[in-house]
């Protein structure tokens, strides 16, 4: 508890220093606090350039920053967030101590000259960064380093963006990947100190400033409906077009990475020359959205230029997250949406900014599946309760849209095109790469279903497993009863009312399915959420044979660096 509460300090204070350089870089390059809400203005600084010093400014952003990254801290580039997830999966929550500094300044830089990202991933990797270096310094375990970690992760969130519950989720279903009371407990703790520090500093107000909205006719419903379905498939292609872009940059540029943020500022001003809106995060473009200020065809065109821009500045080499650009995609299909539901259905369809704010927890559910959190955080960004209802059913369909068109998210993308699957082995582990035919062992004898719970309770305490499998008269498997809901089942008292399981086969339940052919590493973490001690192996028609975590590690004996040498030489 005390080292999540240093942490959510840190992240507190390290969120007020990092959104303190974003202004200042951005007052630097552009002369206006936000020059996405400017216009086509002039930066004071050099009136003589007009407004063509969109063309210089994310040419000597990346000058400056480019070398940094490239010298300091590699893992700095990009959005920063699958860095933390792999770091969590499969290191230890070991981070670079370094990337703290570094994100901070290549993002504040990338962002204040231009970049059209958002500052959720910094923040995130900052934060965890700080988490892994307290660990390290007081030696936690590895378990205790990876919820340091998560802290960091939420305090990051919350104090960006006065989200103290956005930050909790967060770090839980996208960093951890996991809910448990301790992961709760210590990310509160490091959410709500660097909340309040945040608070502190910006004031205890919502982040997005927008009129409240309603929904006033239960036939809005289905429109969210279809929102949400169409809110998931933009957040896949967005993040398609994102690693597209990405790939195309890595094809075309031969020279040096450090150079290839300012050769590729080139392409990236002409573009905010031409739409100024993507310049930075973009926020105060947003709001207007939401607000209705702007028409149809111009959303769409916000809405296809924030997909590009984002695309190219993180293609290019930029330093920044995907959070704020999923929210502003949302808004604008939201509200282009909206405003076209509106214009045909007029006396049931409602206001448009509504559909503006459900489109951008959708789009931000379908490109990062995490539900929970874009339920949350658009709640806590806005203060908008009173859509909850068609927020929370347009981002479980954009998810369940997101799962139907692809198999990964925004983050994990990333992390698969290099090779890496958060759910298999780290390469070079010593288990999890083999196959679970090779390290399960026999059958242990079954016990019939129609068997009583006593004579159950004496096979079971003789049987030298936790759990065994069950099946009925005619040899088809029912699922698997344990040793502790044998011993729950009898000592709950009899009543006539509740009609309590009097045989095996009652309390038979199905665990997670285990195939002998699949990967050790995917076995072990239906093994470790299982009841009981054990799980049975299925072939296509029957069971083959039971898995433990004493078989898997015996089967580091079989098929491990040592048992290979030996039938080499032998």
């Known amino acids: ?82 860095e933390v997830m792999l770091a969590v999966a499969q290191r230890g929550g070991r981070i670079n101590p370094q990337v703290s500094v570094v994100k901070a300044l290549a993002s504040a830089l990338c962002i204040g000259s231009g970049g059209s990202v958002g500052r959720e991933g910094p923040i995130v990797q900052i934060g965890s960064a700080l988490g892994s270096t307290l660990g390290r310094v007081v030696k936690v375990t590895e378990g205790r380093m990876r919820l340091l970690v998560a802290c960091g992760a939420a305090g990051g969130i919350a104090a960006t963006f006065n989200a103290p519950l956005a930050g909790v989720f967060f770090s839980m279903e996208l960093i951890l990947g996991a809910f448990t009371a301790e992961a709760f407990g210590a990310t509160v703790i490091s959410s709500v100190v660097a909340c309040a520090i945040g608070r502190a500093a910006f004031g205890d107000t919502a982040f997005l400033a927008l009129p409240p909205f309603h929904v006033d006719h239960v ?13 998931g498939a933009v957040g896949v292609g967005f993040t398609r077009i994102l690693y597209w872009i990405e790939d195309a940059c890595d094809w075309i540029w031969r020279g040096p990475e450090w150079l290839r943020p300012a050769a590729g500022g080139i392409l990236l001003g002409a573009l905010l020359l031409a739409l100024p809106q993507m310049y930075g995060v973009g926020y105060p473009v947003l709001e207007n959205a939401v607000k209705g200020s702007y028409v149809v065809g111009f959303l769409l065109l916000l809405l296809v230029g924030k997909i590009l821009a984002t695309s190219l500045t993180i293609g290019i080499g930029g330093s920044g997250g995907v959070f704020a650009p999923s929210l502003f995609i949302g808004a604008m299909l939201g509200a282009a949406y909206g405003s076209a539901a509106h214009g045909l259905l007029p006396g049931t369809a409602g206001s448009a900014g509504a559909y503006a704010l459900v489109g951008m927890g959708a789009v931000f559910a379908g490109s990062s599946r995490a539900p929970i959190t874009a339920v949350v955080i658009l709640f806590e960004l806005t203060g908008q309760y009173t859509i909850i209802l068609p927020l929370m059913l347009a981002v479980v369909l954009a998810t369940a849209t997101s799962h139907l068109l692809s198999r990964d998210t925004v983050y994990t ?97 199905l665990p997670p399915r285990i195939t002998a052919d699949m990967s050790l590493a995917t076995a072990l973490h239906s093994l470790v959420t299982a009841p009981g001690t054990g799980l049975p192996v299925h072939d296509e028609t029957r069971l083959v044979g039971w898995l433990t975590h004493q078989s898997a590690l015996r089967s580091l004996h079989t098929t491990g660096p040592a048992a290979r040498a030996d039938t080499s030489s032998a």
């Open 219 to 231: 036939a809005q419903f289905g429109l969210f409906a279809v929102l949400g379905v169409a809110a």
């Open 413 to 509: 993308l990333k992390l698969r095109r290099r090779g890496i699957d958060l759910h298999a082995p780290a390469r070079g582990a010593a288990l999890g790469s083999q196959q679970v035919v090779t390290a399960m062992e026999e059958l242990p004898a079954p016990i019939p279903a129609h068997t009583g719970l006593r004579q159950a309770a004496r096979t079971l305490g003789l049987s030298g497993h936790g759990a065994l499998p069950v099946l009925d008269s005619d040899g088809r498997y029912l699922g698997t009863l344990t040793a502790r809901a044998v011993a729950e089942a009898l000592a709950t008292p009899v009543s006539d009312d509740s009609g309590p399981p009097h045989t095996a086969g009652e309390l038979a339940e």
């Open 1 to 82: 508890m005390v080292l999540a509460l240093v942490v959510g300090a840190g992240a507190g204070l390290g969120s007020i220093a990092f959104r303190r350089l974003i202004t200042t870089f951005t007052h630097l390059f552009s002369g206006h606090a936000d020059y996405a809400g400017a216009g086509h203005a002039a930066n004071p600084h050099v009136p003589w350039l007009g407004v063509y010093f969109v063309l210089l400014a994310p040419i000597v952003g990346g000058l400056l920053y480019g070398p940094v990254v490239d010298r300091f801290a590699k893992e700095a580039r990009g959005h920063g967030v699958p």
